[in-house]
């Protein structure tokens, strides 16, 4: 059975390796295979621009474009999506690429989050496998996108609280103390920065819920998850009342906040902390496969959710994922895929990896830039 959200043609001029490139997909899972270096990897990022953002590299887009290119770049795809037929094509105007324009079924999207509409899209690359040792900053992201794949409002409120809280700190740093500015920039991030909080803390509910659920069939390590840092305690206290509290936190801390040149508390210092629930053991700590076992389960998890809340599967980018687990977890994973129903894109330099898939895969090969079929 074809997923019943997938891809039927991808396009590409003009990223990074790719003055030109074309797929024609029949809505089966893609498996991209080939030599390391020779651009599958560049095919699945190109997918991952379905989302709002850089793309599952987070590069600045005047990176992506192929070099030597004398204009930006851009990515045309057809998917059978969550409305319907529809045509999607992104890019940048200008070989710097200093962002990013959608146009859905050839009309300018007001902004990127148009495409949640249309395609959610998830993914795992080995770049993310030191996740849980990595910055707090990286598990912050990571938890937002998971956020913003059952939630798309998440997105602009976190980049309105960003916005508000520039202006707050760079008036701090210039010692303007003007109490009305302030205030006012105080009530803005107090009511984004909760919003953002609850909606984090609810997610992080549902994925604990439902791994709860799978947890005695899964053949990966349950991990356990829980918001650290802003009123990560409060779970009880009422949206109004944690408002409050954050607006008179932040006018009581102007002037540490100003010696800092910073804001030093809010939801910007929030992280998500991941243990490993048999082991109870904290992921940061646990054996690098473990780590893998862990994450891969959380992103699967979280692909489970977001079908779940939003009715539809997501599109599946997995990059060399399928080398670093033993045969009974890759036949595990493509089990995962199949449940969850969305069409999955999976890279390696090993086709016989992917055997398994049988005839739900249709399989591509990679070289300097030239794909054919496999």
Known sequence: MLPSIFLTALKLTDFRNYPQASLVLDGRHVVLTGNNGSG??????????????????????????????????????????????????????????????????????????????????????????????????????????????????????????????????????????????????????????????????????????????????????????????????????????????????????????AAAGRTLDGPHRSEMAVRHAQKDMDAALCSTGEQKALLLGLVLAHARLTRRVSGHPPVMLFDEVAAHLDEGRRAALFDRIAEIGGQAFMTGTDRSLFEALGADGQFFNVSDGRIQAD
């Open 40 to 257: 599958k990897t560049n095919l699945i990022e190109a997918v991952s621009f379905l989302s709002p953002g850089r793309g599952m590299r987070r590069a600045a887009y005047g990176q992506v474009v192929r070099k030597g290119a004398p204009a930006g770049f851009a990515v045309f795809t057809e998917l059978e999506g969550m409305e319907g037929s529809v045509a999607i094509g992104t890019g940048t105007d200008g070989a710097e690429g200093t962002g990013r324009k959608v146009r859905i079924n050839g009309t300018q999207a007001a902004s990127g989050d148009e495409l949640l509409d249309h395609v959610r899209v998830i993914w795992l690359t080995p770049s993310m496998d030191g996740l849980f040792t990595g910055s707090a900053g990286d598990r912050r992201r990571f938890l937002d996108r998971m956020v913003l794949s059952i939630d798309p409002a998440h997105g602009r409120r976190v980049a309105d609280f960003e916005r508000a809280m520039r202006s707050r700190n760079r008036l701090l740093s210039e010692r303007r103390m003007e109490p009305a500015w302030l205030s006012g920039l105080e009530e803005q991030m107090a009511g984004l920065g909760v919003a953002m909080a609850l909606a984090r803390r609810e997610l992080l509910s549902l994925l604990t819920g439902l791994i709860a659920e799978s947890e005695a069939s899964s053949p990966f390590p349950a991990p356990e998850i829980a918001l650290a840092g802003f009123f990560a305690d409060a779970a009880d206290a009422p949206a109004i009342d944690l408002e409050d509290r954050y607006r008179a936190m932040l006018e009581e801390e102007r002037f540490r906040d």
